[in-house]
């Protein structure tokens, strides 16, 4: 089970090298969140979130977004940061604050279709081309923000994964771009799109994520997983 004071402890430490790399890059502390990649940690360990200051939580599954907001209720908000299937999106979309991962452009009419009063979500996108990962091309994205803008959709950003590495720094050119391809749709798509956040980074990347702009950080393994009591 997750220790909530390791946890808290190890929260603080990453919330603290996030606001360094804030200063580095010119920005005031906080201007990079800490979402929790929730995957990595069971309903029977959400209540130890709570106690360690969880404020966001992100869900790849619709099963486990309904599991641990059935135990924890609104104690902290929920973002959804997986691929989400067209037909879940009415169960997931009155459940969480934000859908990072809109990849295409059927999900964009579906989220039309079932968000009555708009929805604000960022676009996916696919900066390396790569087959085994969703999200729209760099090319098509003026497109989808056309497609959102016709469904009452607002862009509020841009989310990536890039290519894996096991080397921070080799995914600095990558977050770059994405920062890069965000400020151009920002300066085409104002005020229909507000295009303020940058989803990218995750626990292995994510100093250098917020050096490159991000305003969040999804967050999870290499952090709970060394934040486990020992059984005895």
């Not at 402890?9 to 804030?22: G, P």
């Not at 579906?110 to 900066?127: F, K, P, T, W, Y």
Request: with cysteine; proline share 5%.
């Amino acid at each position: 089970m997750i220790d909530p004071v390791r946890l808290r402890a190890a929260l603080d430490e990453a919330r603290e090298r996030m606001d360094d790399a804030c200063a580095r890059s010119g920005r005031p502390p906080g201007s990079a969140e800490l979402v929790l990649a929730g995957k990595y940690v069971g309903a029977e360990e959400a209540p130890a979130l709570v106690e360690a200051g969880v404020r966001v939580v992100g869900e790849n599954r619709l099963q486990d977004l309904q599991a641990k907001q059935d135990v924890l209720g609104s104690a902290v908000e929920f973002d959804f940061i997986g691929h989400l299937q067209g037909r879940k999106v009415k169960d997931v979309l009155p459940r969480v604050r934000l859908i990072h991962s809109v990849d295409r452009l059927g999900l964009v009419q579906e989220i039309a279709r079932r968000a009555d009063d708009g929805a604000r979500v960022l676009l996916q996108v696919n900066l390396a081309g790569e087959e085994t990962k969703g999200g729209f091309a760099p090319g098509d994205l003026d497109a989808a923000c056309e497609a959102c803008a016709d469904g009452g959709i607002t862009v509020g950003g841009l989310m990536a994964l890039p290519p894996f590495t096991e080397h921070p720094e080799a995914s600095r050119p990558w977050f770059e771009r994405l920062r890069e391809l965000r400020d151009g749709l920002a300066g085409r798509w104002a005020p229909q799109h507000d295009l303020h956040d940058l989803s990218m980074g995750t626990s292995q990347d994510f100093v250098v994520a917020v050096e490159a702009g991000a305003t969040m950080v999804r967050v999870g393994r290499g952090i709970v997983d060394h934040t486990r009591m020992e059984q005895p």
